[in-house]
């Protein structure tokens, strides 16, 4: 009993949370009621007892001593972003290692026991060995969170790591370092890195697992993601990233990558511009497009490893050749490389080289999969070495290739695919006519393994005897039907495409075709979108010289979650009764982070929203504005890819500090169409920051921008 009683006793010597942490507060307060804060993160977590939540308010937290700015020692949840009452989480805090120390400490060893939730963050500017952002070593939950501009890499993690809505961005040293110690296992949820450089760029697995659901790596130097054990990618995108060796995605040997419904695209390297493998790679309804290698392997080189394509496409990737024997789409080196139900179409080699496959040393096998339509200038156009055969095969061309044909193989022929890809990911449709309808293995598509394929790569089901290649033809699902109509045998005509919000088509939206006569704008018709998501302006006029046409979506009644505004792309052509695709396009909006409403910032300062999870394919644009007028105006150009944050280290020329100004996020997608944030923020600057940035262009938006932009 006694023991009990002292129990009892030290329990209630240390008060219960939630916790508070404000600018102006002091560690010797209470810290236990909002109007009597802590000053530092690391005050309150003394207080604390774990499983406790501390409350912090927006600004920013450094530290004059020690390693790292906050030690996390013990389970708590570190809530950001609240104002100074602590009644509305509409912000960010930022904790700032000024260059001298890192960011956070997640535990002190690995096994610490310490599981932590850190909210609404921004984490910048750290500078320790591993992990100038973030060093974990045990549990720890990143949610609607930045991590920038750390110098040792961005987060070091060997303990488990989930990320979600959050970005790594801008760090140098790779944007986080997984397993190098001791076992890492990292998941991102709908999150992006991008921009790192230095050490393995985007991320770096050494040991342990990676997981990325619905997420973007994007724009980081010396490799997209750099694997040495396991890693899974489901429904996500690796693009514009650059490498020495995989520029995508670097495959060590003895690890093993698994891609599903992703897609690998407008990387660079000198070896395998998306995909550098010498491991084992499985690609599952998947696409590699767009990959430039500048010697081997533009879309994927495969070097004694083991890659295998299921449902899956390779499509406009170039091998450049200095010096090697390309391979546009895949160059396979003494590795194996199997193809089923695939489609290999639109590569190129420049040189030397096959454009679709070239193997050397190896052994390639395709069962059900289409080699055809790619293009060489210096020999076959689709493959080169000794290519070896399942059956069901349509290869278009054997020219220089040897290849070994076997059952129901089509040599030499038009594969009739149509020769741009749709969807995301990508895939080339089969045109009404094509050989390889109805011509795969009468007794199923299945992979190598004997697994039956039932779906094709969009998960539509095949149906009776299936097709050859990555795509099932079935009238009923057929894209064509509503894409590119001109090219069909039943054109549907008029003026049309498809909207969806977070990727999901939407019924009742109204949609505006607008038109330019020559002098200006006007509303020519409207209509609303069908149960399934598409458009139609029917009995449109065609247009003379100097008339314009495009689609607006307004979101003039303010309904949440939606942007302000959607435009298409122009049409500067148009001819009466005949059928275009303008535009499809997502209306989700584009959420601002930081700063708040009215904030006065000290710059440099990092801008900061969320990406728009459904669309990998967005690229952002940051724009400043004297809301009055519109002069000066400032914008990034080119846009800054798919990220969630800039950094304007000083004012632009034309702006002033101490005047309020609005900040807003332009959305562009690929086929030109744009988008602005619903929201436009005020902001102030107390400073100039570090020299005025180069001026930009004032007020040279696209033409409706400027001619025809409604005001909020």
């Known amino acids: 009993m006694a023991l009990t009683l002292i129990v009892l006793i030290s329990k209630s010597a240390r008060a219960a949370g939630p916790w508070y942490v404000a600018p102006g507060g002091s560690d010797s307060n209470s810290c236990l009621v909002p109007a009597a804060p802590c000053a530092t993160i690391n005050g309150a977590i003394g207080k604390a007892s774990s499983d406790d939540t501390i409350y912090v308010a927006t600004g920013t937290y450094t530290n004059t001593s020690g390693t790292?700015?906050?030690?996390?020692?013990?389970?708590?949840?570190?809530?950001?972003?609240?104002?100074?009452?602590?009644?509305?989480?509409?912000?960010?805090?930022?904790?700032?290692?000024?260059?001298?120390?890192?960011?956070?400490?997640?535990?002190?060893?690995?096994?610490?026991?310490?599981?932590?939730?850190?909210?609404?963050?921004?984490?910048?500017?750290?500078?320790?060995?591993?992990?100038?952002?973030?060093y974990n070593w045990s549990t720890l939950t990143l949610n609607n969170s930045m991590v920038s501009d750390n110098a040792g890499s961005g987060i070091y993690n060997n303990g488990t790591l989930i990320?979600?809505?959050?970005?790594?961005?801008?760090?140098?040293?790779?944007?986080?370092?997984?397993?190098?110690?001791?076992?890492?296992?990292?998941?991102?949820?709908?999150?992006?890195?991008?921009?790192?450089?230095?050490?393995?760029?985007?991320?770096?697995?050494?040991?342990?697992?990676?997981?990325?659901?619905?997420?973007?790596?994007?724009?980081?130097?010396?490799?997209?993601?750099?694997n040495h054990d396991l890693m899974v990618?489901?429904?996500?995108?690796?693009?514009?990233?650059?490498?020495?060796?995989?520029?995508?995605?670097?495959n060590w040997g003895g690890a093993i990558i698994t891609l599903n419904n992703s897609t690998v695209s407008s990387n660079r390297a000198?070896?395998?511009?998306?995909?550098?493998?010498?491991?084992?790679l499985l690609l599952i309804?998947?696409?590699?497009?767009?990959?430039?290698?500048?010697?081997?392997?533009?879309?994927?080189?495969?070097?004694?490893?083991?890659?295998?394509?299921?449902?899956?496409?390779?499509?406009?990737?170039?091998?450049?050749?200095?010096?090697?024997?390309?391979?546009?789409?895949?160059?396979?080196?003494?590795?194996?490389?199997?193809?089923?139900?695939s489609t290999i179409s639109g590569n190129s080699g420049e040189s030397f080289g096959s454009g679709g496959i070239s193997n050397y040393l190896g052994t390639v096998t395709l069962q059900n999969s289409i080699l055809a339509g790619n293009t060489s200038a210096g020999t076959g156009p689709d493959c080169?070495?000794?290519?070896?055969?399942?059956?069901?095969?349509?290869?278009?061309?054997t020219a220089v290739c040897t290849f070994n044909a076997t059952t129901g193989d089509l040599l030499d022929v038009n594969a009739k695919l149509f020769p741009s890809l749709v969807g995301l990911p990508g895939y080339h449709p089969l045109l009404p006519g094509s050989p390889a309808i109805n011509a795969g293995n009468p007794g199923g598509c299945t992979d190598n393994l004997g697994n039956p394929l039932n779906t094709d790569q969009r998960g539509i089901a095949r149906v009776g005897r299936c097709d050859i290649g990555a795509y099932e033809y079935d009238p009923a699902y057929d894209?064509?039907?509503?894409?590119?109509?001109?090219?069909?045998?039943?054109?549907?005509?008029?003026?049309?495409?498809?909207?969806?919000?977070?990727?999901?088509?939407?019924?009742?939206?109204?949609?505006?075709?607008?038109?330019?006569?020559?002098?200006?704008?006007?509303?020519?018709?409207?209509?609303?979108?069908?149960?399934?998501?598409?458009?139609?302006?029917?009995?449109?006029?065609?247009?003379?010289?100097?008339?314009?046409?495009?689609?607006?979506?307004?979101?003039?009644?303010?309904?949440?979650?939606?942007?302000?505004?959607?435009?298409?792309r122009e049409l500067t052509s148009y001819s009466a009764g005949s059928a275009v695709i303008i535009g499809d396009f997502d209306i989700a909006d584009i959420a601002l982070v930081s700063p708040t409403n009215g904030a006065t910032v000290a710059l440099p300062y990092t801008f900061q929203w969320t990406p728009r999870p459904a669309t990998l394919l967005d690229t952002y644009e940051f724009d400043?504005?004297?809301?009055?007028?519109?002069?000066?105006?400032?914008?990034?150009?080119?846009?800054?890819?798919?990220?969630?944050?800039?950094?304007?280290?000083?004012?632009?020329?034309?702006?002033?500090?101490?005047?309020?100004?609005?900040?807003?996020?332009?959305?562009?997608?690929?086929?030109?169409?744009?988008?602005?944030?619903?929201?436009?923020?005020?902001?102030?600057?107390?400073?100039?920051?570090?020299?005025?940035?180069?001026?930009?262009?004032?007020?040279?938006?696209?033409?409706?921008?400027?001619?025809?932009?409604?005001?909020?």
């Open 285 to 341: 309804d998947s696409t590699i497009t767009g990959n430039t290698g500048n010697s081997e392997g533009g879309g994927i080189s495969n070097k004694n490893g083991t890659v295998t394509l299921n449902n899956s496409t390779v499509s406009g990737n170039t091998s450049q050749f200095f010096g090697s024997i390309g391979g546009g789409g895949i160059f396979n080196y003494g590795g194996i490389l199997t193809l089923n139900n």
């Open 270 to 280: 000198s070896y395998g511009g998306g995909i550098y493998n010498r491991g084992t």
């Open 384 to 397: 080169n070495g000794v290519i070896s055969s399942s059956g069901y095969n349509l290869i278009g061309s």
């Open 624 to 712: 400043l504005y004297d809301p009055t007028d519109g002069d000066p105006y400032f914008y990034t150009a080119p846009p800054l890819g798919y990220v969630g944050s800039y950094t304007l280290n000083g004012l632009p020329a034309g702006f002033s500090s101490g005047v309020q100004y609005g900040w807003e996020i332009w959305v562009y997608s690929p086929d030109g169409g744009y988008g602005i944030s619903y929201e436009t923020r005020s902001v102030m600057f107390s400073n100039t920051g570090f020299g005025m940035v180069p001026p930009q262009s004032i007020l040279l938006k696209p033409t409706q921008l400027v001619e025809d932009s409604p005001e909020k």
């Open 233 to 250: 990618i489901n429904n996500s995108t690796v693009s514009s990233n650059a490498g020495g060796e995989g520029g995508g995605i670097y």
């Open 479 to 568: 894209p064509l039907t509503y894409v590119f109509l001109p090219l069909i045998s039943k054109p549907r005509p008029g003026i049309q495409g498809l909207v969806t919000l977070n990727g999901d088509p939407i019924v009742g939206v109204s949609l505006e075709l607008r038109f330019f006569d020559g002098s200006s704008w006007s509303t020519l018709a409207i209509t609303t979108t069908g149960a399934d998501g598409y458009y139609t302006f029917l009995n449109t006029p065609g247009l003379d010289a100097g008339q314009k046409y495009y689609v607006r979506y307004l979101n003039d009644l303010g309904t949440g979650g939606r942007l302000w505004v959607w435009a298409t």
């Open 163 to 226: 990320l979600n809505n959050s970005v790594v961005s801008a760090n140098v040293g790779s944007g986080i370092y997984n397993g190098v110690d001791f076992t890492g296992n990292l998941t991102l949820n709908n999150s992006t890195i991008s921009g790192n450089s230095g050490g393995d760029g985007g991320i770096f697995n050494k040991t342990g697992s990676v997981t990325l659901n619905n997420s973007a790596i994007t724009g980081n130097d010396n490799h997209g993601l750099s």
């Open 68 to 134: 790292e700015v906050v030690l996390i020692d013990k389970s708590i949840t570190l809530s950001g972003g609240w104002d100074a009452t602590f009644t509305i989480q509409s912000g960010v805090s930022t904790i700032d290692g000024e260059a001298a120390r890192g960011g956070i400490a997640v535990g002190t060893t690995v096994g610490s026991g310490v599981t932590t939730i850190i909210e609404r963050f921004v984490v910048q500017n750290g500078s320790l060995y591993g992990g100038g952002g973030i």
